[in-house]
């Protein structure tokens, strides 16, 4: 079957679909993540991960990024555990944003370079990319002294030149103003549409709806629900989901 | 007394010539020295700060130790490697000006290895997630920090060149203080006043109080501007 052919060479660059088995993740004695299991399917589209503060929603995400390995458990992406290579082809955009002390438009230039442009050719990309999102304007300016709702659209931006195949955001919009948090909507939502997976971790249940085509629900450190979204927040399966949709999930 | 004042601006006026030859062995010595600790120091340093090896507390330890060795057992310690019967006797470079290259670079690489552990420590709590999350191998992560880092690592740089060109001790002993040869501004001041030859001593006194001067001003100006364009500031 052509599948046989293909893999081999396909396992090299890809990272979808990304699964993570029976994730366990132990800190000072206590287990974080409690057998979490969780598959992202490959295509566009938008996962919604939400769940009361502390659930491990961070702890999950960074795990399926490969940037925390379980101490039980398993993530393998494409079928193989991640490596630093394919790594490449996956962006993370932090709650709040990690800017090198260096001009916004060297803030793109740098990863842009990584990935084998040159300086010139990479300034050019870079400052379209700027014009593209409405941050021209800040282009010279180090990206340290930008505002926050600006430090976090760069963020998304330098994530996105990239064009990974999968991009994660833990609680992008936690500290923006609507405008800000809108534009990053926008920005995602244009990048899904060109074919990105999305993950992300939001506290905002209206974002949620507003974002998710599926949602996972984490609850103490364990994947509770996992479907599509509309269904989701129309008849919640667990009462631990209802009752964090209702608002009154005591922990 | 203020006869020697006196000579001492004159001296320093007209240009003297074994005056600029002391200035500029000193000079030449302590920057070769900074050089070539910087070559050690700022890799060891970031080394140590990123990565987690066997022997690593140990490292710490012993730079830690190196740090607060006095300069005239360092002298001692390079004498008796150089000399005829020592280990490295055969280079034959006792009393010469790289001899006391080596002993400077011996004391100035601590202080570069400690400093520069810290300084890229510090980087790393703050962007190391963020240069794994770019897919940075390892030695491009530690570039990537030590080039974020460059402000306060100059600084280091300046603090290690400060050590060299104020130290005494150890270029005395592995150097000799002959003139014409070995002779820096610390020597000479040390011999001078022992002569009772206040003039010179205090020339090159102003000199370098002067250089000091200098390298401070120079550190401050570098936090300076550090602080204006590159503290985090976030609203
Ligand atoms: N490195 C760690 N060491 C110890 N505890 C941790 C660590 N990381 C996270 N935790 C704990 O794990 C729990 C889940 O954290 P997190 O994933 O950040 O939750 P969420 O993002 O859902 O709010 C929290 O109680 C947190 O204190
Ligand atoms: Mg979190």
């Known amino acids: ?251 | 007394m203020t006869d020697a004042v006196w000579q001492a601006f004159a001296l320093l006026g007209s240009l003297n010539a074994d005056l600029i030859e002391i200035i500029g062995l000193s000079l030449r010595v302590s920057l070769a020295a900074v050089l070539i600790a910087a070559l050690v120091g700022l890799p060891l340093g970031a080394l140590i700060a990123t990565r987690r090896f066997p022997g690593r507390g140990a490292a710490i330890v012993l730079v830690n130790t190196l740090m607060g060795l006095p300069p005239v057992v360092v002298g001692l310690m390079v004498y008796l490697w150089l000399s005829a019967s020592g280990p490295f006797g055969a280079l034959q470079l006792l009393y010469t000006p790289t001899a006391m290259i080596v002993a400077q670079t011996i004391l100035v690489v601590p202080i570069l290895i400690a400093l520069t552990r810290q300084i890229v420590a510090d980087l790393d709590a703050e962007l190391g997630e963020q240069l794994r999350i770019f897919g940075l191998t390892r030695w491009q992560q530690i570039l990537t920090l030590l080039h974020e880092g460059r402000a306060a690592l100059t600084t280091a740089l300046l603090a290690g060149f400060g050590r060299a060109i104020a130290e005494v001790g150890a270029v005395l002993i592995v150097g000799g203080n002959i003139n014409h040869v070995t002779r820096t501004m610390t020597t000479a001041i040390a011999l001078e006043t022992s002569k009772g030859e206040l003039a010179l001593a205090m020339a090159l006194g102003l000199v370098l109080i002067f250089i000091a001067g200098l390298v401070n001003a120079a550190a401050m100006a570098l936090r300076g501007g550090a602080d204006a364009q590159l503290a985090p500031g976030r609203s």
């Open chain 1, 1 to 251: 079957m052509d599948q046989t052919v293909l893999r081999p060479i396909m396992r090299d660059v890809q990272v979808m679909p990304i699964a993570g088995d029976a994730l366990v993740v132990r800190r000072d004695g206590r287990t974080l993540l409690d057998r979490a299991a969780l598959s992202i399917a490959h295509g566009a589209g938008v996962t919604v991960i939400i769940g009361p503060n502390g659930a491990g929603k961070s702890l999950l995400i960074r795990t399926l990024a490969g940037l925390v390995v379980p101490d039980l458990g398993r993530v393998t992406w494409a079928g193989s555990p991640p490596d630093r290579r394919r790594a490449r082809r996956t962006g993370f955009v932090l709650q709040r944003p990690v800017m090198l002390r260096r001009t916004a438009l060297d803030n793109l230039v740098y990863v842009l370079k990584l990935h084998g442009h040159n300086d010139a050719a990479g300034r050019v990309v870079a400052m379209q990319h700027l014009a593209d999102h409405g941050l021209a304007r800040v282009a010279a300016t180090n990206a340290q002294r930008l505002s926050g709702g600006e430090q976090q659209r760069l963020a998304l931006l330098r994530a996105l030149v990239l064009e990974p195949e999968v991009l994660f955001l833990d609680e992008p919009a936690a500290n923006l103003d609507p405008a800000s948090t809108l534009a990053i909507e926008r920005q995602l939502n244009v990048a899904v549409e060109k074919g990105l997976r999305v993950v992300l971790v939001t506290q905002d249940l209206a974002q949620a709806r507003r974002l998710a085509d599926e949602i996972v629900f984490l609850h103490k450190g364990r994947v509770l629900e996992k479907g599509e979204a509309h269904e989701f927040f129309r008849a919640p399966a667990t009462a631990e989901a209802r009752a964090f949709l209702a608002g009154d999930l005591v922990l």
